[in-house]
């Protein structure tokens, strides 16, 4: 009997996967539980098995492609099974295009309006079903993926454009202008991490508060841990940061929730996300239950974390449940930036360098300082910016004067 290979959900935020590479080809016999393909989705790469035995009859999904939750990527059955026979009995061979029936001579005259046309469209079940959700008409958008198929994103994008002008339009830059060094199409984590910050830049109002904070003492607390005899992992400012950052999120909790169906989630668990950049695109391993850890805890959390994405080798687990994130590129020098929001979140601090900065000192003496830039965004349907302001405020004086008793 025939059966199809569908491509499980995994983990709760995943809404497609993109195939890497096939283990198996067309033909070959498959044990359950052998290994069959790779999958690439928005938090990890992972293995996917083979749930029933069989030969593989038919590859209905190419390697590169991008593909939705749940849709059918092949099919398994014994060796005389007539696949054709199969797909016609049961209409699976319709799965990739669907029938939308459109006004005929939409953009045309009125008198020409009458009757209809039946179109073709090639769109992914995920686009198809958020087409209907935002009212788009699938025959007037351009698909940008594998053979124009209409993805997820090109629904979204349709859905924020105007129905009328008001907009200034400008001619495209031919390639006769300007000589292109090289071309690379989105793929994987970077095309699904791309997809969700445009989307949350676009849906969610930020708000970006910014202040300064002198690291003396956070300074200090950095350099005792680190010279104690006792197996710990090296202390950083990040640890310092995330401890501090839970602590004071605890007293400021809508900086610590979501907005679900017009209706503010305040998460009782705070789980701190820290961005890291690998070759493959942005990922943010999470600290559970940050609030619970010590600072060596913390520290020994996030090494570990640090070499599992560094290695490539991070779970659903590592990279899943954030309620609040730290993002910090104080590494490569930067004094201060405005992040974008972690789409589920309602606040991301962006941390910068620290450096050595000018102040005032006693009796008009100057003394230097070493100064940190801190730049909170919020979604400003859950954070008004008092809200923001208070929880900075509080951040900057326990980093300040109170961080000895992290």
Not at 56 to 69: A, C, M, T, Y
Not at 70 to 89: R, T
């Amino acid at each position: 009997m025939i059966k199809e290979i569908i491509l499980a959900k995994i983990g709760l935020t995943m809404e497609t996967g993109t195939i890497l590479k096939w283990l198996k080809k067309e033909g070959d016999y498959v044990e359950q539980d052998d290994q069959l393909l790779e999958v690439e989705t928005d938090k990890v790469t992972t293995v996917v098995e083979a749930y029933h035995p069989g030969y593989l009859k038919k590859i209905i999904q190419e390697e590169g492609s991008e593909v939705p939750v749940n849709a059918v990527i092949a099919y398994v059955g014994e060796k005389d099974d007539d696949l054709d026979s199969f797909l016609k009995d049961t209409g699976s061979g319709d799965h990739v295009e669907q029938d939308f029936t459109v006004s005929k001579g939409a953009e045309k005259s009125e008198n020409k309006a009458k009757g209809t046309v039946r179109v073709r469209v090639n769109a992914s079940p995920l686009a198809k079903r958020l087409a209907s959700e935002l009212g788009v008409d699938l025959s007037l958008v351009k698909g940008t993926g594998p053979d124009n198929r209409i993805g997820k994103e090109d629904v979204q994008a349709a859905a924020r454009e105007p129905v009328s002008g008001g907009r200034q339009e400008y001619p495209p830059v031919k390639d006769s202008d300007v000589k292109i060094l090289s071309e690379k199409k989105l793929t994987g984590i970077k095309k699904v991490v791309a997809g969700r910050m445009k989307a949350s830049y676009n849906d969610a109002p930020h708000i970006h508060l910014e202040l300064s904070v002198d690291m003396t003492n956070a300074s200090f607390l950095r350099e005792r841990p680190n010279k104690e005899p006792v197996k710990l992992k090296h202390v950083t400012y990040t640890d310092i940061i995330v401890k501090a950052a839970a602590e004071v999120l605890k007293k400021n909790r809508l900086l610590n929730a979501t907005l679900r169906e017009g209706t503010v989630v305040i998460f009782d668990d705070i789980n701190i996300g820290i961005a890291v950049s690998t070759n493959k695109g942005l990922v943010v391993p999470v600290i559970k239950n940050t609030d619970k850890l010590d600072l060596a805890e913390i520290s020994l959390a996030c090494g570990n974390l640090s070499d599992r994405i560094r290695d490539g080798k991070q779970s659903i687990d590592d990279v899943s449940g954030g309620t609040f994130t730290i993002t910090n590129l104080g590494m490569f020098g930067i004094e201060s930036f405005k992040p974008i929001l972690n789409p589920g979140q309602s606040a991301i601090l962006a941390v910068g360098v620290i450096k050595e900065t000018a102040a005032a000192g006693g009796s008009g003496q100057v003394i230097f300082r070493p100064m940190m830039n801190l730049s909170l965004a919020c979604d400003h349907r859950i954070v008004d910016g008092s809200d923001g302001a208070k929880f900075l405020s509080e951040l900057k004086e326990l980093l300040e004067n109170s961080v000895d008793g992290l």
